[in-house]
């Protein structure tokens, strides 16, 4: 992740939510991968982002996404599942179960997508201690954190920067100010701190920043650039056509133009090499 992050051009990772996902992320050509912890509440629990999702199923799934992919993983942490000793149990279970990086977020409880209203934020001093307390946890200085601030919809752009600034003193690897409103506020927070570290775009479709390509946001400053409910997204739209579809004709006839049949999706996941490897031990 370090070695992507020296580049001149910001690193673009979309956002997946299983090993499948992550797989196909990877075959496309990516070079790195945001789990997103939104779109494991949608896909796992079916369930909107609202702090409802464990620190061990994250785990679990981030587990399971480095074993199938080789590709440096973004973990959404959430909060850190509690408070500063919470935030350090949970850095040692990411980053056993393969984080590049870990986002840790100065959200008040119950937390919520960054885009949703109704958001809170605990003091300063509080995310302060709690990305110390993540720093001292990491067992490798590769794996990197990245503290991101919800402060702008509750305090302001000022307030929000202010924050941002504590949180560099801290050590921290990267920063992500959410739901920046627009162009100009996006500016703000490149010319404050592209400079010095890696500033993370968070873009979010119909959310409240402005959707922008990759190429353009490096060109204002960020360094890494994520789609993280997307991919979510398109797959429910997919599963609302495919249902509808078989509810009203009983057959898959309709869709079949826009599905992988049985062997195509066993050539994806790999199962002719898995049963060639199996062979080796019979």
Do not use: W
Request: charged share 20%.
């Amino acid at each position: 992740m370090k070695e992507l992050l020296q580049r001149p051009q910001p690193l673009l990772a979309p956002g997946v939510y299983d090993a499948l996902s992550a797989l196909a992320a990877q075959q496309a050509g990516f070079e790195a991968l945001y789990l997103s912890g939104a779109s494991i509440a949608y896909t796992r629990l079916g369930r909107s982002d609202v702090g409802l999702t464990t620190a061990s199923e994250v785990a679990n799934t981030l587990a399971n996404i480095t074993d199938r992919v080789s590709l440096p993983v973004i973990v959404d942490a959430d909060t850190g599942f509690g408070n500063a000793l919470n935030v350090q149990r949970t850095v040692r279970d990411f980053e056993r179960a393969g984080a590049a990086m870990i986002q840790l977020e100065d959200q008040g409880f119950p937390k919520r997508c960054g885009h949703l209203d109704g958001k809170t934020v605990v003091a300063t001093g509080e995310m302060v201690g709690k990305l110390k307390a993540a720093l001292d946890a990491r067992r490798s200085a590769s794996t990197l954190v990245l503290a991101r601030t919800d402060a702008l919809a509750i305090e302001g752009l000022d307030a929000a920067l202010e924050r941002a600034e504590r949180y560099l003193e801290c050590g921290v690897d990267a920063l992500f100010i959410e739901a920046l409103r627009s162009p100009e506020q996006m500016q703000a927070a490149c010319a404050r701190f592209a400079s010095r570290v890696p500033l993370l775009a968070n873009m979010v479709e119909g959310g409240k920043t402005p959707i922008l390509s990759a190429a353009e946001l490096g060109r204002i400053g960020f360094r890494i650039v994520i789609f993280p409910g997307g991919t979510a997204r398109a797959v429910a739209h997919t599963l609302q056509r495919y249902y509808g579809t078989l509810k009203k004709d009983g057959t898959t006839a309709a869709m079949r133009g826009e599905m992988l049949d049985f062997d195509g999706l066993n050539e994806v996941i790999g199962t002719p090499g898995l049963l060639a490897a199996g062979k080796r031990y019979e």
